[in-house]
Structures are given as C-alpha cells and as structure tokens.
C-alpha cells in the first residue's frame, strides 16, 4: 500500500512539471516595459496600402489579373489590408465568391494580436477566420514566438496550432521551449493549452507530458505557482509546491503542499477575499504528527478590516500557533517570527466630532513571559467639540474595561474612566501656544485574588495641567558655496499631575513608554491608566532644519530634555527606574538625520545620561545608495538599563547590501553581529540570475534559533540553523516581467531582521 507521504512526494513532483501563474497582486505587472534590456519592440509596420475602414479591402500589385464577379490574381510585390491586419506576398489570389484570399512565396501577416511569417496564408475576409502553413509567429505587447505547421488564427483572439513550439525566449535566445502536436492559445484569457508537449532545456528534451496548461502573462490564473527548495539543518530537505485557484474577481484560494524530510508534509491555506467594504485574508498552516515532537503544530491567522455605512468600521486581527517553538522549528511566510500573538476585534463607530467603540483583546505569549490580561470588553469613547468662545474646545473621553486572565490565581477588575478636558489652542504665522485642563477620574473594581497588595475598590482622581509652546524662524545662509534656508524651531512644555499612590492598582495594561524626543513631549511616562505618573516638569527642544534651493530637507536636528521641579514617585511594581529621577533632569534625547551627498544618508538617535556621560539608548544607521537597486546600509543599536546595568543591554552591529553585478546577475548579503554575547546572529548571501526568459535564485542564511523548554525557560546564547534556498523561474510563463527587482528584495528580507528605512527627510 501506498504511504501517504509517498502520495505527497508524487503530487509534489507532478507540480514540478507544471508551470506557474501569479497572484492577484501582480495583476497589473505584465504591462510591456518602454525600454529596457529584454525590451522586444514591435516589428516594424508592413508597407501596404491604407482602407478608409476596417470591413474595405485595398489591395496592391504590379500585376493583376482580374474576372469580375469570379476571382482576381495578383502578382509581384502584393500588399494588402483590411482594417488592422496587413499582409505582404509574391502572389495571391481572391475567389470573390468565397470571399477568400490565398497568398503564397514570402507571406508576412501583421495584425493587433502577432506578426506571422510564411509560404502560405488563406484568410477568409468576411469572418477574418485565417489558416497559416509552416508558420513563424511572434505576439504583439508581451513576449512569446514559436513556430507551427499549422496556424489557425480564429476571430476571437484563439490561436490553434499543430506541431508547435512555443517560448517566451527573445530572439537568438534558445534557454527553454515548449513542443507539442496540438496547441491551442487563447489571447482573451492569456491561457495555453498543450496535447502531448515535450519541456526542452536548450533544446535538450526535459520531459513529457501528455496534457497540459498554462498561462502566457501575468494575469490571475489558476495553476501552480513556482516550488520552492529550501536545505537546513533544522528540518533537512524542504520542497514547497504552492497551487493557485482564482476562484472569483473578489476571492482566491493559495494551497501549498509542503515536504520536509525531517518533520513530515505540512499543507498551508491562504484565502483571500475582497467584499464590498471588507478586505481580509484567512490562513492556516497544519503540520500532523511532527517527526521530531510527535505533536500536531498549527498555525491560525485571520485579518479582516473594513467599514459599513458612512459611520461602523471593523477591524479583526487573530493569530494562534499550536506551540511557543513553531516559528524557530517550522517557520511561516504568513507571520515574522516573534514572541507574541495579538488576538484582537473591534467595532468603531465614527462621527465628526466624536467616535465610539467596542474591543476585544488578548495575546498568546510564546516562552516564559508573563502573559498580559484579556479585554474581555472595552467600550470607549472620545469626542472634542466647539464651546463657541474663540477656540476653547471641549473634549470627552471614557472607557469600561473588564480584565479578565486565564489564570484562577491571578488577580482581575473593571475599571471605569472618564476624563473631561478643556483646550485652548493658539496659533500665529511665527509660533503657537496651546493649554489644555484634564480631570482624570479613574474607579477599579478588583478581584484580588487573595494579593494583600491590592484593594477591592480603587478610586482616583487626579488633575492635570499642560502648556506647550514653540516657535519658529528661518533664515536665508551659504554653506559650502549652497544656498540653504535654515529653521530653528525651539518649544517647551510644563506639565502638572499630582502625587497619589497607587500601589493598591493591579498592572492591567500599563508599562513604560519610550523615552526618545518625541516622547519627553508626552504627557505620560506609562501606557494605559494602571499608573498616571505624577509630573512638575519643564521640557525643553528644539529642532533645525536646513533646505536647499529645490526645498529638500538635507539636515534635520533635534535635541530634548525634561527638567524636574519635583522628582516622579510613582513607579511600576519591581521598577528599578527610582534611581533616575534622584536627578534633576532626564537623559538627553538627540534625534539626526543628514543626506550627506545625493546618494549618502546617515541617521543616529540617542538617549545620553548627561549626569554620568553614559548612552542610555542609540541607533545609528549609514546608506550609500549610488543608483538604482544599488544599496549598502551599516547599522548599529545599543541599550541598557537606565541604571547601567547590562541585564538587558542590547550591542547589535549589521549590515545590509543589495548589488547588481551585471545587468543580469544580483547580489544580495545581510549580516548582524550580537557583540555583548560575541557571536553572529544572522548572516545571509544570496545570488539572482535574471535573465530574460529565465531566473534562479540561491541563498544561503544561518541564523540563530530560540527553543523554549518545557518549562517556559530559554537558551539565551539560542541555536544556529543553516539553510540554503533555491528557486527557478522561467519567464512568460505567469511570470513577473524582466525587470521584476521584488524577487531580490523578498530574498534580502528574508531573514529575521529585514531591511529597515531610518531616514525620515522629506525628500
């Protein structure tokens, strides 16, 4: 008896022998390219005569032999037209009452649809119906030629051939070709269909198949998409074989048998669907009885958003995995491998000057880490108004929230909160001044859960007031022999929130905000409202900007720091962060981004402790990009503990690149070392070949892998997987055009740390 993966390795070698089509995200990416290497431009127009129409006929000759009513013979240098299609020959014949015309010795056909050459055409010009013998076509617009023994060109845009070959190949250009007795291509659907075709390799035969279709462009067909080998230590020999189903304009369906010689067959599902008003997609990714684990893994992602009426919008984000070591063993294109899971749904309601909703929330936590707290509901509110007096505005906000967790011994709550608020914003050409009062009234209802740290019922009230101020001036100045106009743009902020304990609230949904430049202008050190930090601070920056003639932004620069009147007391629970508010001030926070020249750009963010001289935080980030495609990026990100402690420090230097070496032929590398622990944690190469009727991709990554234990526990140094991929793409056969640069884009992001864009100028 047949096992079932011996099944699944047949039906995966079959899927070889097919050849592939896209999906409706390329449906617009077979459009002919206006110039370009593999650029086939049409043949030039046939020297004819020109019809006033496309139903009359003009046809030239030197000679010409005519029988009224009966026939007519044409002869030396003939030419003919009828609408779009020309035609030039030796000779040719038309039997009137037929309305049949044969030309023979050197015939070239040319309509909208392919040029044809041949000894011998007969079209009928009533119904366009035409027959060619021993033909050599090429089609208009995209690429594609062959030749025929038989032509049959129908008036609707089919083609029907006997012993033909087909390729996508350009001339001179023999790389792969398609042989079959029968060949039937309809240009309506873009769609071919083969009895009895012979795959060649340059000209060598490959294989054979009885029957067979495909498609000739980039349209969304249903078919198999390109396979996918992969080779790594972690699951050995790994073949995707990915099926295409357009199943409607509005919904398709991708299945992707997969066989990994170390685990077993994994079968992933990918729906997509688009309705009116609702866009999402459905996917998920099943592994029976795991040849390692012995255990079924899974995977299952739902994203959905949309809107209904002028007002609802929805939105619904669902993942689940089986187990905390599916992304490092299995791995998936559908999610990038991370920690956590959001599994979120909402329903908004929007107006003009206020919007309501209703959430749901919850994460799965892959590894050791405390798992946070279900929503299991959240309706809020938030709405700001016109009071009518110069521009005070009015603003509401508010929220019902119910915690909930999957743990009995862990403490849950509701809590209330509504927050009334007065603004007053001004504004003049040259700065602005904006006050706003909040009262924040905050009310819990916990189930302690026997936590003596926690009391049954909270209620809190705390006032806050803020002021921000900025201004700005510019000016005209030389620099290096440039003309640049510079702006400075300092502001301040004052903020007051008074002290209150709250050391008998529960941690709901609250941690600590980053403390970047952008971020010392918040009114908040803490997500959610378990902590409202108490505040008299002052906050300080400034921008400057400088732009050249054509006002492209070549500079940007921007310092911040907080001032403290009063030292902060309200902390998390287990917070170490007390330390840095026995300062008077907060660390420096420097923000810069320079285009160096035309093709160098550099940005560099930092977090100083100006107290001790220590970086807290920085990300630094240098880019050469000298042309199209062309791409190096050095980069480097460093952090610890605010206190100096390297518990949790991060010393991470990498490297993007992305080169073409010719025309054909690019090169793609990505490197990142870890150099706290002294080791590499992601290295990838990879070469793409593209020529223009064919591509193969090979890559080679090793990257470290965390495995969780049972017991929730991690190896912090991980394990170092080694794979090498490969892929092969044959042109015009549903695949991307010639100059398709996304292939090696996909290849460069791959891994698990993908290209990332810093540089934030506004050219």
Known sequence: MTSPKSLLFCATSIALLSLSVKSYADVNSNQPLPSGRCYVPPAPRLDTPATQNNQQIAVRSKNAKLVRGKSAEFNDDVGATQGN??????????????????????????????????????????????????????????????????????????????????????PGDESWSISASSLYID??????????????????????????????????????????????????????????????????????????????????????????????????????DDDITHENRYLIHWENDGGIGDHWRLHSNYSRVSDPNYFSDVGSETISDTDELLQQGRVDYRDA???????????????????????????????????????????????????????????????????????????????????????????????????????????????????????????????????????????????????????????????????????????????GLDRISDANQVTAGATTRFLNANNEEKLRLSVAQIFYLQSPRVTLPDDEEGYTYSSDRSAL???????????????????????????????????????????????????RDDNGTLRNEINQIGTKMSWPLRPDIHLVGSYYRDLYLNRSIESILGVQYDSCCWAVQVAFQRSITTHYDYDGSTDPRGEIDNAI??????????SGTSNDSDAYRKMMDSGRLPYGHPFYLNN
């Open 589 to 639: 926070a420097v923000e810069g981004d320079l285009n160096i020249s035309h093709d160098w750009f550099f940005h560099s963010g930092m977090q100083i402790n100006d107290t001790t001289g220590k970086i807290n935080k920085s990300n630094t980030a240098l880019e050469w990009k000298p042309g199209v495609n062309k791409m190096i990026q050095l980069n480097y990100r460093y952090g």
């Open 353 to 527: 000057n206020w919007n309501a909703g209703l959430l749901v929330n919850n994460y799965q936590i892959l590894g050791s880490t405390e798992a946070p707290h279900k929503v299991l509901p959240e309706l809020h509110y938030d709405g700001l108004w016109d009071t009518g007096l110069g521009s005070l505005k009015f603003g509401l906000k508010g929220q019902m929230v119910n915690f909930t967790d999957s743990d009995p011994d862990v403490y849950t709550a509701k809590r209330y909160h509504i927050e009334p608020t007065l603004k007053l914003p001004l504004s003049v050409p040259g700065g602005y001044l904006n006050s706003q009062i909040s009262l924040m009234q905050t009310y819990y209802d916990q189930d302690t859960k026997g936590d003596g740290s926690l009391k049954s019922h909270i209620s809190r009230t705390l006032p806050e007031y803020r002021v921000n101020a900025g201004l700005n001036f510019d000016r005209s100045m030389n620099w290096f022999g440039e003309k640049y106009q510079q702006t400075f743009e300092p502001q301040v902020q004052y903020l007051y929130i008074p002290y209150k304990k709250q050391s008998d609230i529960g941690i709901y949904d609250t941690a600590a905000l980053e403390q970047d430049y952008f971020g010392m202008f918040r009114d908040r050190r803490y997500s």
């Open 85 to 170: 299609r020309r035609m030039v020959s030796d000779k040719a014949s038309l039997n009137q009452q037929t309305q049949t015309l044969t030309a023979q010795g050197n015939v070239k056909y040319q309509d909208n649809l392919m040029d044809v050459s041949s000894n011998k055409i007969q079209t009928n010009l009533k119904s366009h119906a035409t027959t060619i013998d021993q033909a050599k076509y090429r089609f208009n617009g995209q690429s594609g030629r062959g030749q025929a023994k038989n032509l049959k060109l129908a008036t609707n845009k089919a083609l029907s051939m006997d012993d033909a070959v087909y390729t996508a190949c350009p």
């Open 187 to 288: 240009k309506n659907r873009d769609w071919a269909t083969a009895h009895n075709a012979v795959f060649h390799i340059l000209d060598v035969p490959v294989f054979y198949l009885p029957y067979f279709s495909y498609p000739i462009s980039n349209k969304r067909q249903t078919g198999f998409l390109y396979p996918q080998f992969t080779s790594s230590s972690n699951n050995g020999f790994d073949l995707k074989t990915p099926f295409y189903w357009n199943m409607a304009p509005n919904y398709d369906l991708t299945l992707t048998p997969r066989l990994m010689t170390k685990r077993g067959q994994q079968l992933t599902t990918s729906f997509r669907y688009l309705t009116l008003g609702q866009l999402g997609k459905i996917d998920y990714e099943y592994l029976p």
């Open 725 to 734: 991929k490969f892929q092969f793409i044959l042109k015009g056969i549903g």
